[in-house]
């Protein structure tokens, strides 16, 4: 069953600015936060040295000065910016859609999520892989196939089963759906549980559409 949405609801399901939940998901892993800290620290002090340099002789020294703390505060703004440009990909679709339908079918499967060269005792490099097992969801409805849900695997999410009902946004150019653009993390109301790669929606705000529009 796909209910499209009314002027306005789209907006109000899919934020523009990040949410604690997007913050989280786009601050990455120990890997990405530590490369953060590194163009924050080292494009921090080296704008604050050229500000203090130039700071008495040039125009330049107090914009320098600004640029120098924006990248101390790249920690907290990198998250927001990369939440809200992701956002926005799905925020500019023409056509939304609350999809309501069942697990048609679900599967495993390692994915490698990181490989890197390592020295091992010997000195020798060899290259080392950070697999990850990641469910994937088939959804359907009366109408038949919809499309497939892909996210890391977790304790939580072995409670999934064939034939759960299960509720998402779904995203198209086109207002008749003909074609699916996206399709977001989604509510899985037997169980009480969310699921997804990335949290686009907010969460009570869908839930509560979901109970309006569907009864």
């Given at each position: 069953?796909?209910?499209?949405?009314?002027?306005?609801?789209?907006?109000?399901?899919?934020?523009?600015?990040?949410?604690?939940?997007?913050f989280?998901?786009?601050?990455?892993?120990p890997?990405?936060?530590?490369q953060?800290?590194?163009i924050?620290?080292?494009?921090?002090?080296?704008?604050?040295?050229?500000?203090q340099?130039?700071?008495f002789?040039?125009?330049?020294?107090?914009i320098?000065?600004v640029t120098?703390?924006v990248?101390?505060l790249?920690?907290?703004?990198g998250?927001?910016?990369?939440?809200?440009?992701?956002n926005?990909?799905?925020r500019?679709?023409p056509a939304a859609?609350?999809?309501?339908?069942?697990v048609?079918d679900?599967h495993?499967r390692?994915?490698?999520?990181e490989?890197?060269?390592q020295?091992?005792r010997?000195?020798?490099?060899?290259?080392?892989?950070?697999?990850?097992t990641?469910?994937?969801?088939?959804?359907?409805?009366?109408?038949?196939?919809?499309g497939?849900l892909r996210?890391?695997?977790?304790?939580?999410?072995q409670?999934?089963?064939?034939?759960m009902?299960?509720?998402?946004?779904v995203l198209?150019?086109r207002?008749d759906?003909?074609?699916?653009?996206?399709?977001?993390?989604?509510?899985?109301?037997?169980?009480?549980?969310?699921?997804?790669?990335?949290?686009f929606l907010?969460r009570?705000?869908?839930e509560e559409?979901?109970?309006?529009?569907?009864?």
């Amino acid at each position: 069953m796909l209910i499209p949405l009314k002027p306005g609801e789209l907006q109000r399901v899919i934020p523009a600015v990040a949410t604690g939940p997007q913050f989280n998901a786009c601050s990455g892993s120990p890997r990405k936060l530590l490369q953060r800290v590194f163009i924050s620290v080292i494009g921090g002090v080296i704008s604050l040295l050229i500000s203090q340099t130039l700071l008495f002789s040039s125009q330049a020294g107090p914009i320098m000065l600004v640029t120098g703390f924006v990248f101390f505060l790249y920690l907290l703004w990198g998250p927001i910016v990369e939440a809200g440009r992701r956002n926005a990909t799905l925020r500019r679709y023409p056509a939304a859609a609350i999809f309501e339908g069942v697990v048609a079918d679900l599967h495993t499967r390692e994915v490698v999520e990181e490989r890197r060269e390592q020295a091992d005792r010997s000195g020798r490099l060899e290259l080392v892989e950070n697999r990850r097992t990641w469910l994937t969801l088939e959804l359907e409805d009366e109408d038949g196939y919809l499309g497939k849900l892909r996210f890391p695997m977790d304790k939580k999410n072995q409670q999934v089963r064939r034939g759960m009902v299960i509720r998402t946004l779904v995203l198209s150019e086109r207002r008749d759906f003909s074609r699916i653009g996206a399709i977001t993390d989604a509510w899985l109301p037997q169980l009480k549980l969310w699921v997804g790669e990335y949290p686009f929606l907010l969460r009570p705000a869908f839930e509560e559409l979901c109970l309006r529009r569907l009864g």
